[in-house]
Structures are given as C-alpha cells and as structure tokens.
C-alpha cells in the first residue's frame, strides 16, 4: 500500500532533550516536506527537500534541521525542543516538484514539549 | 495579512443542505489549487483540485476566481460524514515549489 509513515505518533519530551521524528514513503517519491499545524494557524512549511541531499528552508526552519540521505527517509530533527515547538507535525511526499501533484501526507506526530 | 484565508467557521448546517465556502489568496501567481479534507487531528487528504473552468465531483463543485482571487467549494446534499475541516491551498511553482495553507473551514452537519 502507498503511503508516508511517521513516528511516533504521540511524543512528550522536556525542554531541551534532542529528538527525532521518522518519515518514510515507498512511493519512491522525489519531493518531501514537514509541516506544523497550530489552531487558527493552518499547515506552515517547516523544510521540503527536492531529492537526496536536497534540503531548503520552508517559511519556519527555526529550531529544526532535517536530513535526506535516502530518497525514501526524511527525518525531522529537534536539536534542543523548546515549548513553542509543542505543534502537530505532518510529513508529505508528492512525485515531483510541481505543485499541481497530489500531497500524500503521514498520520502526523503530536509533539508535546514541557 | 494571511496569504490564505478562509472563515474558520464552523459552519452549522443541517442533512440536506447546500453549503458554500470561499477562500482568498493574495498571491497573484499562484498557479494551483485545491481544497483538502482533514478530520479532527487526522492526516489531511485531497478532496479536489480547483480549475478555472471549475469542476464537479459528485456533491462536490470547486470554482477559481483568478480576477477576484478566490476560490470556492460547494457541497450539495451533505451528509453528516461530510463533517470536518476543509482546507483551501494555493500552490506557486517557485523555486521552492511550495503550497500555502488556509487556517480552514470546519464545517459540522448535524442530523
């Protein structure tokens, strides 16, 4: 079955204590992205990577690094998570780079950061 | 001022009505569209892509607006699984080839 897996699911961490979302698709699609959601915010882009060892600054990269040295792996990293950061975060992955393709998207990852 | 808009509702309606939504986007280049269901802290999934000859897909009707720059989605005959929140997206083919979000439209049908 095609699709986008994160986890985990439900995370609760302290401020400061580094961690790491997974994302994975078997789609072998070129494009991946990490959003957060926040009420009354909508989905913003954190980083999208255009292909292997292509990474690039979505519209909040503050706080956030990602690495892509698989085509299907796009891990979301928090080096030292602060509060601010208790979000919930969506991996996508789409075909290409055009925007008119259809986002598929994971099940998402409630962060929590105390 | 949101790149995106839409009314974040909710929307109230009863089975069987025709519900409209509208969305705004301030950027005149954007070159895609499209509306997204999403469920209660669920993934978000593709309803449709919006045209500018506009498109039906069953109870469904999008429409585009590129003078006005806003986009529409009809729901005809809703049905109380057609509770959610739906989300209006522009995409710019630009270098980082990113889509803007609207904040959402809940909407709740109630028997």
């Known amino acids: 079955e095609a699709q986008v897996t994160q986890n985990p699911r439900y995370l609760i961490t302290v401020t400061g204590k580094k961690l790491t979302v997974t994302c994975s698709q078997n789609?072998?699609?070129?494009?991946m992205s990490w959003y957060r959601q926040d009420p009354g915010l909508g989905l913003r882009q954190i980083y999208y990577?255009?292909?292997?060892?292509?990474?690039d600054k979505g519209d909040v990269p503050e706080g956030y690094k990602v690495s892509r040295k698989e085509k299907r792996n796009f891990p979301l990293i928090l080096e030292s998570p602060s509060p601010n950061q208790t979000s919930l975060y969506f991996c996508?992955?789409?075909?290409?780079?055009?925007?008119?393709?259809?986002?598929?998207f994971g099940s998402g990852t409630q962060l929590s950061v105390l | 001022r949101k790149e995106v808009e839409q009314d974040p509702g909710p929307f109230n309606v009863p089975e069987g009505a025709t519900v409209a939504f509208n969305c705004t986007y301030s950027n005149s280049a954007s070159q895609s569209f499209f509306w997204y269901r999403q469920d209660c802290r669920k993934e978000p999934k593709l309803l449709m892509s919006?045209?500018?000859s506009g498109n039906e897909d069953g109870r469904f009707t999008a429409q585009l607006n590129r003078a006005s720059q806003y986009i529409s989605l009809l729901i005809r005959d809703s049905k109380l699984s057609d509770s959610a929140t739906y989300l209006c997206v522009a995409g710019f083919n630009n270098a980082g080839n990113m889509l803007t979000f609207g904040g959402g439209t809940r909407l709740m049908v109630k028997p």
């Open positions: 990577s255009m292909n292997v060892e292509v990474t």
């Open positions: 996508a992955s789409r075909s290409g780079a055009a925007t008119n393709e259809k986002l598929f």
């Open positions: 789609m072998n699609h070129e494009y």
């Open positions: 919006v045209y500018s």
